[in-house]
């Protein structure tokens, strides 16, 4: 099977801008979570999607925002972009329950 | 301005020794804990995980101990490898098929040939 896949690997934007990042979970799989890792932070939770739904969201604005579709492909969504929101996005696919399996993360630098 | 780190806890282990790598929870609900292996440039890895209605667990070369009395987790490494060498984080879920996991801030473990 192949593994959870994530688009762009490197974005650059500046800040003001919103950009959108995309994950692919693994075939079957049909939750999807999003983290953010930071130096000062370390990984934190973002939300979960599963059948399109969100069920869960972690401590962070609402101009952190996603979506999932009918095929579980998940995109997230930060908008009005700050310098603080340069992180390793990182998109995580499961089935109910079980353990998650991660994808290489998307590096977003804010300048 | 400046931006401060969260300093890594290092765990520096020669090669073939055993590791361990430690681990306090605080969520007295959480019923499921795992332990991720990050290396640089990748995304964290699973390694193996635990039920709260279990105290030891075994994978290949790696164990887990949970002790839930004073909430706490380790992962026991056999035979440390070179390959070894990366951030580990032990993570957290509560009860419910809920994904919302929540990441200790990770121990760095360096092997030293």
């Known amino acids: 099977k192949a593994g959870v896949t994530q688009t762009p690997r490197y974005l650059i934007k500046t800040r003001g801008q919103q950009v959108t990042l995309s994950c692919s979970p693994i075939s079957g799989h049909r939750s999807v979570s999003w983290y953010q890792q930071t130096p000062g932070q370390g990984l934190q939770f973002l939300f979960e999607y599963f059948s399109e739904t969100q069920r869960n969201k972690g401590n962070f604005p609402g101009r952190f925002s996603g979506r999932q579709f009918s095929n579980s492909r998940s995109e997230m969504n930060v908008s009005t972009l700050e310098l603080g929101d340069s992180a390793l996005y990182l998109c995580?696919?499961?089935?109910?329950?079980?353990?998650?399996?991660f994808g290489p993360g998307t590096r977003l630098t804010v300048t | 301005g400046e931006s401060v780190g969260l300093h890594l806890p290092t765990l520096s282990v020669q090669e073939g020794d055993n590791s361990i790598i430690n681990c306090a929870y605080s969520?007295?609900?959480?019923?499921?804990f795992i332990w991720y292996k990050q290396e640089s440039g990748k995304g964290p890895q699973f390694i193996i995980d635990i039920r709260s209605n279990m105290d030891k667990r075994q994978g290949q070369r790696v164990t887990v101990l949970l002790n839930k009395t004073v909430k706490h987790l380790s992962l026991q490494i056999a035979a440390t490898q070179p390959g070894d060498s990366a951030v580990y984080f032990c993570?957290?879920?509560?009860?419910?098929?809920?994904?919302?996991?929540?990441f200790g801030i990770g121990t760095k473990l360096q092997v030293i040939p």
């Open positions: 995580a696919s499961g089935q109910q329950g079980y353990e998650q399996y």
């Open positions: 969520n007295s609900a959480s019923d499921y």
């Open positions: 993570a957290e879920k509560s009860a419910g098929g809920y994904q919302k996991v929540t």
